[in-house]
């Protein structure tokens, strides 16, 4: 009889809520990132890097709240190389089941040069730091920033000061995506070889995605010995983005026979987080991305359906259902009843209290008289638009009326409500929704700058609802607002006033911003 020997896990290890936070205008509020931790608890994911407790109350305020949630997840917080970062960290975290402290220090030349700092006396500092972390938490991240441009002898050294202060993860930052999969392979096998204590810790790598290499480069990694991939949903993240959580795991699932290695993700349920992240952040998911883009399951060629119609497995690796993609797209209708919406939505993945059933419930039998089938996609985005107003808002959109064409002018008749009062207006612009938000700015002044518009059909036909996000900044905060509608016009204008909400909330908050970082990554 063959015994079958356990795989070798690999802990995932999600950032989303930090790095992919980080990213300019993908700010969250506190409750959206409250939702998004819960989803990643409850698909397995093994930390949660919850934020930057430093960097704000808001950040301080969200990851103390996930910690005191969290149920399986390890919660992490970031922290600069210095003992103030890492005590407030420490104190939002300390409420979780299982905290753990991420420090870190950029250690290549140009990293170095910042704070000034020569070798003797940054890894002076690595090793105070990690040791204060380590009196604080049992579980302590280090991360070498940069690692992939540091000398390999000065990484070796550093690796070697932070494990002997007590680090139980080193994480291997590619910081800018500069690494090619061979090279990360190989750096991890050097450190693994050199570095005195290496088999004691976990080994990490952190990959970002600006050559395009971020997950080959994880996978690389994972298979010269690292047990830890850091990546976020979507691959969210500063500039190109960060490893994708939903490729490196459905990588390792699908190419078992090459990659043996386990996680504890429930992949079912990547499609849910996936479109959830999508809305939150406002950063709508290229069609033709790997797993979760719209068209990854697609076939459009004749020869690809008929060979998918007679042996599923001639065109397709893995399964619809795998992540959570229900395999059938049964339209809803204006005569589909409560029930019938409560257990579609249960099956796309939301759980809805009843009242707010309630609310969705009236918005689909509007949308179900103005089109004649209700998609997935389509109520997926009217979950989400129910979510982006609310009845304490400071601005409401109360009625709109446009007038475009091929003569001009293009006009947008607008009333307002704004902080309870009803206020009405006449604007032009150079089309419909230059003039809605030309009307806007007359009721509403402000001094936000427009830094993205962007609209997407939900579903095919000139029927189809519009998804829009806006992302608006003002002195230095940055947010966005979305919003769903069978008129784009609408949509746009409800999407433009959701942001200003977002802004003005901020405003009003006594404490510093939740998504403005006061700190850099200057140590
Ligand atoms: O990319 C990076 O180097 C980071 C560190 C803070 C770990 O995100
Ligand atoms: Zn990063």
Redesign the pocket.
């Known amino acids: 009889m063959t015994q079958k020997t356990a795989q070798p896990r690999v802990l995932i290890f999600d950032t989303t809520l930090r790095?992919g936070e980080q990213s300019p205008g993908a700010t969250m509020t506190h409750d959206e990132k409250l939702e998004i931790a819960g989803l990643l608890d409850e698909m397995g994911v093994d930390i949660i890097e919850a934020g930057f407790p430093i960097a704000s109350e808001g950040d301080f305020a969200a990851v103390s709240e996930i910690a005191k949630r969290s149920r399986n997840s390890t919660i992490c917080g970031?922290a600069r190389a210095n003992f103030k970062d890492i005590d407030r960290c420490w104190e939002a975290v300390k409420h979780a089941r299982s905290p753990r402290i991420h420090t870190?220090i950029g250690t290549s030349p140009l990293h170095r040069a910042i704070p000034n700092l020569d070798m003797d006396q940054m890894a002076e500092r690595i090793h105070d730091t990690v040791t204060h972390a380590r009196n604080l938490c049992d579980n302590v991240q280090w991360?070498p920033?940069?690692a992939t441009r540091t000398e390999h002898d000065y990484l070796c050294r550093t690796v070697e000061i932070a494990i002997k202060a007590g680090a139980t993860t080193i994480?291997i930052?590619d910081?800018v995506g500069y690494t090619y999969p061979f090279e990360s392979a190989k750096l991890i096998a050097m450190l693994l070889e050199r570095v005195p204590g290496a088999d004691k810790v976990i080994f990490a790598t952190?990959c970002?995605n600006d050559l395009g290499m971020a997950t080959a480069n994880a996978l690389a990694a994972v298979e010269a010995g690292a047990r830890q991939i850091e990546c976020t949903i979507n691959g969210l993240g500063e500039r190109a983005g960060n490893t994708a959580l939903e490729e490196v795991v459905m990588a390792m699932r699908v190419r078992n026979d090459i990659l043996p290695y386990q996680t504890g993700i429930d992949t079912s349920k990547i499609m849910n987080l996936s479109r959830r992240v999508s809305s939150v952040s406002g950063f709508a998911v290229q069609f033709n991305k790997a797993i979760v883009g719209k068209n990854a399951f697609l076939h459009e060629s004749g020869i690809h359906q008929d060979g998918v119609l007679k042996n599923v497995q001639t065109f397709e690796i893995m399964r619809p259902e795998d992540i959570g993609l229900t395999a059938t797209n049964i339209a809803m209708g204006k005569h589909s009843g409560r029930a019938a919406l409560r257990s579609k939505l249960k099956e796309l993945g939301f759980e809805l209290a009843d009242n707010q059933l309630n609310d969705v419930f009236v918005r689909f039998k509007a949308l179900a008289d103005r089109k004649k089938e209700v998609y997935d996609e389509d109520l997926i985005a009217l979950v989400a638009d129910e979510a982006t107003s609310d009845d304490n808002d400071h601005l409401q959109v109360k009625r709109l009326r446009v007038v475009c064409g091929t003569e001009g002018p293009r006009e947008a008749e607008l009333t307002l409500g704004i902080g309870g009062v009803d206020f009405s207006t006449d604007a032009t612009g150079d089309g419909p929704v230059d003039a809605a938000f030309n009307a806007v700015n007359m009721l509403y002044a402000h001094h936000a700058t427009l830094q993205l518009y962007q609209v997407h059909a939900v579903t095919e036909g000139t029927d189809a609802q519009a998804t829009v996000s806006v992302r608006l900044e003002e002195d230095g905060r940055i947010a966005t607002g979305t919003s769903a509608d069978t008129d784009t016009v609408v949509a746009s204008v409800k999407a433009y006033v959701h942001a200003l909400n977002r802004l003005i909330q901020r405003r009003m908050k006594s404490a510093p911003d939740s998504d403005v970082k006061t700190v850099s990554y200057k140590q």
């Open positions: 790095d970031l870190f991360s920033m940069d994480n930052p910081t952190h970002h």
